[in-house]
């Protein structure tokens, strides 16, 4: 029999294209004649009626029949399927096909009076499609024979992985028959999980379907080693519960679904579903916020837009968003070079030509290199990103995070305004909301600076948010570098929380705001619920195939300077005001006095430069104190932590 399959898969090797249709054409017309044959010999027997005795009336209706047959055929495409891949509407075109074929011959002939009688077209042509469907049916039970021959080869007795697909909806169905039509995965679909009580017990191609109440005796029934989870529209707290649960069984948990990837809605990508491992952006507490929508897109198209801090986490974001727009140009403005090149190169490499981009490399305390920037590009929109944002070091290094961040905005803004952009949009961080640290205090006379500007030609405003995702002195790329370390993984305290949204919905929002901004005004996200750390971490740990505690340690270290438990909620203030987006907020505050700033800016500033020289920064603090009245000692706050409405919300469990 193997030299049999070896041959067979040869010439299904060979047999393509138009020679394929050949083939296929000539076994329908082997049906069509053996069909119509037998049926005149039958009809011998069983009439008397000399019309259905004469051969030739009979030739005649079948040569109208077969010619009309084939070429409906032909024209509707049938034999342009790919039959081993075949679905309902393939076999239904053919069906609709023949039904038309017939009642065009039935007209033909009778026309011409020469047929056999209707009987004959439909008793023909019914058990000649049957057979025809049937050939189908098997060439596709053979190819598949032949596939995993020839992929699997002497693989093909080896023990596949015993796979429940958790959803019995359409996209499990559909990931059912993936795995049957590929046996590379080597995969064995034992069952559906499903939580619909109406469908359980129901079986889809032969597979019965279980209910999810019964995941224990599932997994022993079945002997089950992997849970792939194919369930649209699905929240992601009620993922990262599914997840828990099936990880909780010892088995490997995989997903169906697109790779993890925001892209605009309305850029042409294919998203081919794929089956992959979970990232910590699906298991993410809060369900992702799609912002860039058609007329923000349309707001950006053939502007020149100028990003400071253009190769950093966020600000390289922007960059990307910003390229789909299609602007006029954009300038990415950044002192690090090396990553101004990484994004310069990507977008190069995906734009070509067609995207008109342009790298400076400068520090925005430089006054004179911003001004000569502005002078020779004029952007008309400008998104400040650039700034130091590593709190630890910010506490260590005062002088330099109100030195690159404070007076790093003051320049730009100046700047912006004497070139007359048209909007400018600061990134901040919900760690300016009544900070307990240098550098929450001092994006807090970020959005000060650019508040007093209320009055100028250009439009100022500000975007705060939380933590990002996978930026770059964030905790995911530590714990995975921790982890791929053997541990430990090490977190500050295990009841610290934090709010976080990914990459591309910060810069998104910050697009969307920039888009919808008049002046003066302070955006702000609703980020969801507060996530624990710890639960990050153990998440972390798990999804890298470890078991928290067990394999890899996870070991608290303390609090460092200037952290807090606890980031204050955005939303919760009743100064605030919604926009067109749900999800996007306007911060409402009391204007900010020109002259008072101008005064407490010099103070700081004379503060930094008679202490440049010294590590001694109590004078500096001081002023920061003076500036920033709701800053606080990270103590106070944490002692009183556990009472607050952000730390009751987690541990809540809401």
Not at 326 to 335: A, E, Q, T, V
Not at 475 to 496: C, H, M, N, S
Not at 606 to 632: C, G, H, Q, W
Request: with cysteine.
């Amino acid at each position: 029999m193997k030299w049999i399959e070896r041959l067979l898969i040869n010439i299904s090797k060979r047999v393509h294209g138009r020679a394929r249709i050949a083939v296929l054409i000539l076994v329908d017309f082997a049906i069509f004649a053996l069909i119509d044959s037998i049926y005149y010999l039958a009809s011998q027997h069983l009439y008397s009626d000399p019309m259905h005795s004469s051969f030739e009336l009979y030739l005649n209706g079948s040569v109208i029949l077969l010619l009309c047959t084939f070429a409906t055929r032909i024209i509707t495409r049938i034999y342009r399927n790919v039959w081993r891949f075949p679905n309902t509407g393939a076999y239904l075109k053919l069906i609709l096909s023949d039904a038309v074929a017939t009642l065009i011959a039935i007209i033909i002939s009778e026309v011409i009076g020469k047929y056999a009688g209707i009987w004959h077209f439909v008793t023909v042509i019914s058990l000649s499609l049957l057979l025809t469907l049937i050939s189908r049916f098997i060439y596709r039970i053979l190819y598949k024979k032949l596939y995993k021959t020839e992929n699997m080869g002497e693989e093909t007795d080896r023990k596949l992985t015993n796979v429940a697909i958790v959803g019995a909806g359409q996209l499990g169905v559909y990931l059912a028959k993936e795995i049957s039509n590929d046996y590379t995965l080597g995969y064995k679909v034992c069952c559906f999980i499903d939580i619909d009580n109406e469908k359980t017990g129901g079986y889809i191609s032969g597979i019965k379907i279980e209910n999810s109440g019964e995941m224990q005796k599932i997994v022993s029934r079945y002997s089950i080693e992997k849970f792939i989870i194919a369930i649209d529209k699905i929240s992601n707290q009620a993922l990262t519960n599914l997840y828990n649960r099936c990880n909780s069984f010892g088995c490997d948990v995989k997903i169906f679904d697109a790779p993890f990837r925001k892209e605009n809605e309305y850029e042409k990508t294919n998203t081919k579903k794929v089956i992959r491992d979970f990232t910590i952006e699906d298991l993410l507490f809060r369900d992702q916020v799609k912002l860039l929508e058609k007329d923000v897109i349309d707001y950006y198209s053939g502007k020149t837009v100028m990003i400071t801090g253009g190769g950093g986490s966020i600000g390289s974001e922007i960059c990307r968003q910003i390229a789909k727009c299609n602007p006029k140009r954009i300038i990415i403005f950044d002192i690090y070079e090396n990553n101004a090149y990484d994004i310069q190169q990507e977008l190069t490499l995906k734009y070509n030509d067609k995207l008109d981009l342009r790298v400076e490399i400068g520090s925005v305390r430089d006054y004179d290199r911003l001004s000569a920037v502005f002078d020779y590009y004029r952007p008309e929109i400008v998104f400040h990103a650039a700034a130091h944002k590593h709190v630890p070091l910010m506490e260590h290094c005062v002088c330099e995070a109100i030195k690159n961040n404070v007076l790093g905005t003051y320049n730009t803004v100046n700047v912006a305004e004497k070139y007359e952009v048209e909007k400018f949009i600061m990134i901040s961080t919900d760690k300016a909301v009544n900070p307990t640290n240098v550098m929450g205090a001092s994006k807090r006379i970020c959005e000060m600076i650019v508040r007093s500007h209320s009055d100028s030609r250009t439009c100022f405003s500000a975007v705060r948010f939380g933590n990002v995702l996978g930026s770059n002195g964030s905790v995911i790329p530590l714990f995975r570098r921790q982890i791929e370390a053997g541990g430990p993984v090490t977190i500050t305290d295990k009841r610290i929380i934090r709010y976080f949204m990914t990459i591309p919905e910060a810069s998104q929002l910050v697009l969307t705001a920039g888009s919808m901004a008049k002046s003066d005004e302070l955006f702000v996200l609703d980020m969801g619920n507060p996530v624990k750390i710890y639960d990050l971490c153990v998440n972390m740990i798990r999804l890298m195939g470890y078991e928290p505690d067990k394999d890899i340690e996870i070991r608290e270290i303390g609090l460092r300077p200037g952290e807090k438990l606890y980031e204050e909620l955005l939303v919760q203030s009743k100064n605030l005001s919604k926009t067109d987006n749900d999800r996007i907020f306007i911060e409402h505050e009391a204007p900010v006095d020109t002259v008072a700033m101008a005064e407490n800016l010099n103070k700081l500033f004379l503060a930094v430069e008679n202490n440049k020289n010294t590590l001694d920064m109590s004078e500096i603090y001081d002023t920061i104190r003076s500036v920033v009245p709701t800053f606080r000692s990270p103590d106070y706050v944490n002692k009183n932590a556990l009472d607050s409405m952000e730390m009751k919300l987690v541990n809540s469990g809401i």
